[in-house]
């Protein structure tokens, strides 16, 4: 059974600072997310999420957010036996004939990619494949969902032009 997005490496930033050395994903208990978790919830396939938050704009997004994609590669090669990075269709039923977590990586805001596309080929080639366009912060070409509930000014109407070339990508 495919699982939805999982927030474990954020987890694993602010509670280990991302050193998997001190971290037992088998007998975690500190998270909502640990192996046997996982086993016995017959996860086969999971988006990790790599999250930085929205005080990163304009700021290091793209670095942490590349932290946040060597965090997941790094529990894939550590925990072998469980979890196996993929990043397509195939590699997703090989994963699944071989009893392992298909691990597929999400990133949660566009501002992660610093308004860049280069940027985001650049995650691709690591593994990303999908991306929010926002989270909870508008970035220079597309507000996020709190416009819409009054809490933040629009920015973009929704996509600017930007947004929607973009979108091709």
Same mark, same amino acid.
């Given at each position: 059974?495919?699982?939805?997005?999982?927030?474990?490496?954020?987890?694993? #930033?602010?509670?280990?600072?991302?050193?998997?050395?001190?971290?037992?994903?088998?007998?975690?208990?500190?998270?909502?997310?640990?192996?046997?978790?996982?086993?016995?919830?017959?996860?086969?396939?999971?988006?990790?999420?790599?999250?930085?938050?929205?005080?990163?704009?304009?700021?290091?997004?793209?670095?942490?957010?590349?932290?946040?994609?060597?965090?997941?590669?790094?529990m894939c090669h550590k925990y072998p036996e469980t979890?196996?990075?993929?990043?397509?269709?195939?590699?997703?039923?090989?994963?699944?004939?071989?009893?392992?977590?298909?691990?597929?990586?999400?990133?949660?805001?566009?501002?992660?990619?610093?308004?860049?596309?280069?940027?985001?080929?650049?995650?691709?080639?690591?593994?990303?494949?999908?991306?929010?366009?926002?989270?909870?912060?508008?970035?220079?070409?597309?507000?996020?969902?709190?416009?819409?509930?009054?809490?933040?000014?629009?920015?973009?109407?929704? #996509?600017?032009?930007?947004?929607?070339?973009?979108?091709?990508?």
């Amino acid at each position: 059974m495919p699982g939805r997005h999982n927030d474990l490496p954020w987890q694993l #930033l602010l509670r280990y600072h991302n050193q998997l050395s001190k971290v037992d994903l088998y007998n975690l208990s500190e998270t909502q997310t640990n192996i046997p978790k996982l086993r016995t919830g017959l996860v086969g396939g999971q988006f990790w999420s790599a999250y930085t938050p929205c005080d990163t704009q304009y700021k290091d997004a793209v670095r942490q957010t590349l932290e946040q994609i060597d965090v997941i590669h790094r529990m894939c090669h550590k925990y072998p036996e469980t979890f196996q990075c993929v990043g397509s269709t195939k590699e997703i039923n090989a994963s699944f004939k071989n009893g392992k977590v298909a691990s597929l990586i999400g990133v949660e805001g566009g501002h992660s990619i610093d308004s860049n596309m280069a940027t985001l080929r650049l995650f691709y080639q690591l593994g990303v494949r999908y991306m929010t366009l926002t989270h909870s912060c508008n970035t220079p070409w597309a507000d996020n969902w709190l416009v819409d509930m009054g809490d933040d000014p629009a920015q973009s109407n929704g #996509l600017s032009t930007y947004g929607k070339v973009s979108m091709c990508h």
